[in-house]
Antibody, heavy 118, light 108 residues
Framework: QITLKESGPTLVKPTQTLTLTCTFS??????????VGWIRQPPGKALEWLAL???????RYSPSLKSRLTITKDTSKNQVVLTMTNMDPVDTATYYC??????????WGQGTLVTVSS | EIVMTQSPATLSVSPGERATLSCRAS??????LAWYQQKPGQAPRLLIY???TRATGIPARFSGSGSGTEFTLTISSLQSEDFAVYYC??????????FGQGTRLEIK
């Protein structure tokens, strides 16, 4: 059974760096073809893909946010970490991590709401 | 970047009726399209990938069709639990992976 869960701060101040951790079980990020992605959703709005990391440490980012994002993995801990720098109120959203094999997302975490406010 | 446009924004349908949701891509995505269902306060749930393949555990009343730039999600006989927001996502040309803006399916 595959499960994922996001953790991190619920409130960050403008200009701060956000660090989110995705802890998963039921699969290994050392298995060929497996990836974990991050997707966010501002309140009442659509989904936006942010970043994806593969089993071989290949990393891909949304071009519009690339300069602010870093995705890393710790295979031994079954974790993926996303950092986003220079947070702004427009970055207020629910952040999801999700499992992927072929670029669709078949298992999702419950999401974590991050509010950016001073 | 491929822009995904869903229509209508809101669809009102009676239980037991058929619902047809549309998704259009700004350029061809072949059959590299997925559909998701999202209920309030929940994460999205994968329904369809490869434009027409149902994900594990998805009821047969959900079907997907289309290729290139025009895609359709059909729910053949709406159940109460099907009223939700539906998103399409292309994975043909990336980054970025892109989602549509969603269609809200509401009870008529």
């Amino acid at each position: 059974q595959i499960t994922l869960k996001e953790s991190g701060p619920t409130l960050v101040k403008p200009t701060q760096t956000l660090t989110l951790t995705c802890t998963f079980s039921g699969f290994s990020l050392s298995t060929s073809g497996v990836g974990v992605g991050w997707i966010r959703q501002p309140p009442g709005k659509a989904l936006e893909w942010l970043a994806l990391i593969y089993w071989d440490d290949d990393k891909r980012y949304s071009p519009s946010l690339k300069s602010r994002l870093t995705i890393t993995k710790d295979t031994s801990k079954n974790q993926v970490v996303l950092t986003m720098t220079n947070m702004d109120p427009v970055d207020t959203a629910t952040y999801y991590c999700a499992h992927t094999g072929k670029l669709w997302f078949d298992y999702w975490g419950q999401g974590t709401l991050v509010t950016v406010s001073s | 970047e491929i822009v995904m446009t869903q229509s209508p924004a809101t669809l009102s349908v009676s239980p037991g009726e058929r619902a047809t949701l549309s998704c259009r891509a700004s350029q061809s995505v072949s059959s590299n399209l997925a559909w998701y269902q999202q209920k309030p306060g929940q994460a999205p749930r994968l329904l369809i990938y490869g434009a027409s393949t149902r994900a594990t555990g998805i009821p047969a009343r959900f079907s997907g069709s289309g290729s290139g730039t025009e895609f359709t999600l059909t729910i053949s006989s709406l159940q109460s639990e099907d009223f939700a927001v539906y998103y399409c996502q292309q994975y043909n040309n990336w980054p970025p992976l892109t989602f549509g803006q969603g269609t809200r399916l509401e009870i008529k």
